[in-house]
Nanobody, 127 residues
């Protein structure tokens, strides 16, 4: 059984920064692409960012490109999401997710490609 535990959420003013962390257990972490998704009230869950299992390829949603940065430390089974220049529209519950297929060559952006999810961490950005 895979467990993903996010941390680092909270309240911040617009223009501020936050770093989310997600620790994984129960699987060979280094073989799986990891993703971050978010869901705002009344909206569908959306892709934010993903990092290839080898750590060398990343992807971002257009809405966060240039402001967010994803990274992973396979020695700590941890993936990070550094969020800078936060905007009120970034307010959402942020979820960490693990790809269903080990060693997948392409970065998956669809939620259906991820089979394990964390419990989510709330990020609130005030104007």
């Amino acid at each position: 059984q895979v467990q993903l535990v996010e941390s680092g959420g909270g309240s911040v003013q617009a223009g501020g920064s936050q770093r989310l962390s997600c620790v994984a257990s129960g699987r060979i972490f280094s073989r799986y692409t990891m993703g971050w998704f978010r869901q705002a009230p009344g909206k569908e869950r959306e892709f934010v960012s993903a990092i290839h299992w080898n750590g060398r390829v990343t992807a971002y949603a257009d809405s966060v490109k240039g402001r967010f940065s994803i990274a992973r430390d396979n020695s700590k089974n941890t993936v990070y999401l550094q969020m800078n220049s936060l905007k009120p529209e970034d307010t959402a519950v942020y979820y960490c997710a693990a790809d269903a297929i080990p060693g997948r060559l392409a970065l998956a952006r669809g939620a259906g490609s991820y089979d394990y999810w964390g419990q989510g961490t709330q990020v609130t950005v005030s104007s």
